[in-house]
């Protein structure tokens, strides 16, 4: 019981999985805490104008919780202040040296202004930004004999920030590249269960009347389409969910794994057609119920729907495995080698081709992520593949992990 206790209330701070169920409190907690640190840092810096620390930090950690994304912005607003300072040391130059009028220093001020602001639309984004923002806090008080000091202080404490709001995201991270493993590899066993679901669905209706039978008592045995279970809709709706929450994570994970973020978009298509195949062969489903299908071909739809659901199954676990394990090629049935399905009803015909289709986009999606497997299983942190491995060993089987 103690035991229970205890592993409850550390593993938010040890497994990184339970650290994503409590994500928003645990991202409260290092916000607070980086907040707390700033506020040291002003103290014993003594800095003129140390609130932008703090302000610095809030701008940084406010509404990002991954370490890819406030890297990213961390670097990005770095860069940006220094960037802002170097500019602004060369209008201070130019005002103390070249002893022009103000409205020339002014005229200047404006065009690189105009410059940065080209570029940050053009290219550099928020470093174009911060460095016009840096530049414009140093230089705007052109002809005052403390000319430059106060924007100069401002941009220091915000280099203090942004080295305080990276020093905290080591406290507790938080992945981007784990949560994209995590979500999809949720989605490829949901997507396999619901598949399986949707095979279920059709042989509960196998139990076909004779064409023949039917014709001869049309009220006694009228055709008509079987409902889908709602369980699967509504499966396919959390799928649906799982998906959307995946976006947000794609360039967090490009910065931190080193996948180019062109890849992890292809993936990100590649796993949005599976599920909109799969949605496809729920609708098709119902229409099945009462056409006829030779045994032969019976045989090729069950072959198709244990070799498919079995072929999720295997990449989900390889995703969230903590093991350098490799993604196996998907199954290489082939309709064409069923010569007899051309002669199946339109319906069947049709169910047939998207099962193929499926079959192709699961191979699409193996190879996506063996290809960029070497990347993303590092940007997941030793610490994370020797606490799984351990955990695994103890437990005597593959973890469990569902979002």
């Known amino acids: 019981m103690k035991s229970t206790l205890y592993q409850r209330i550390t593993a938010p701070f040890v497994e990184p999985y339970v650290r994503y169920q409590h994500a928003d409190i645990l991202h409260a907690i290092r916000l607070g805490t980086a907040v707390i640190l700033a506020l040291l840092v002003n103290k014993i810096t003594n800095l003129p104008h140390g ?9 940084i950690l406010g509404l990002l919780q991954y370490q890819g994304a406030i890297y990213t912005k961390a670097k990005e607003r770095v860069i940006g202040t220094l960037l802002g300072i170097g500019t602004a040391l060369g209008v201070l130059w ?4 070249a002893g022009a ?7 200047l001020i404006g065009l690189l202004s105009g410059i940065i602001g080209y570029l940050a639309v053009r290219q550099l984004g928020y470093t174009g930004l911060l460095t ?4 414009l806090m140093i230089v705007s008080d052109l002809g005052n004999n403390s000319i430059g000091q106060d924007g100069i202080y401002r941009a220091l404490n915000i280099l203090l920030g942004t080295g305080v709001s990276v020093a905290v995201t080591l406290i507790l991270p938080l992945k981007s590249t784990l949560m994209w493993r995590f979500l999809l590899s949720s989605n490829l066993d949901a997507c396999s269960s619901l598949y399986a679901g949707v095979g279920h669905h059709i042989d509960a209706t196998d139990g076909v009347v004779d064409d023949s039978v039917q014709k001869l008592n049309p009220v006694a045995f009228p055709v008509k389409e079987v409902p889908v279970d709602r369980a699967l809709v509504t499966a396919l709706q959390q799928i649906n969910k799982r998906l959307l929450a995946v976006r947000p994570h794609i360039a967090a994970t490009a910065s931190e794994s080193g996948i180019e973020k062109e ?7 590649t796993h949005r057609n599976i599920i909109g195949t799969i949605d496809l062969l729920l609708s098709a489903a119902p229409r099945l119920a009462n056409i006829e299908i030779d045994e032969e071909n019976h045989v090729l739809l069950v072959h198709y729907q244990h070799e498919l659901t079995q072929a999720m199954q295997h990449m989900a676990a390889v995703l969230r495995s903590p093991s350098d394990e490799i993604f196996r090629p998907i199954t290489r049935i082939a309709v064409s080698e069923y010569p007899s399905v ?5 319906e069947w015909q049709g169910y047939f081709w998207l099962t193929q289709t499926l079959q192709t986009q699961l191979q699409q ?5 063996q290809t960029s497997k070497p990347h993303w299983f590092a940007a997941s942190g030793l610490g994370y593949q020797r606490r799984e491995q351990r955990r695994m060993k103890e437990q005597g089987g593959e973890t469990d992990l569902h979002l």
């Open 51 to 59: 609130e932008w620390t703090t302000i610095t930090v809030f701008i």
């Open 94 to 97: 130019f005002n103390q040296n």
């Open 101 to 107: 009028w103000l409205w020339v220093d002014y005229a």
């Open 132 to 135: 016009g923002i840096t530049m």
């Open 263 to 269: 890849t992890l978009e292809t993936i990100q298509r």
């Open 342 to 346: 051309q002669h199946l009803a339109f």
């Open 365 to 369: 999606l193996s190879d996506l992520l």
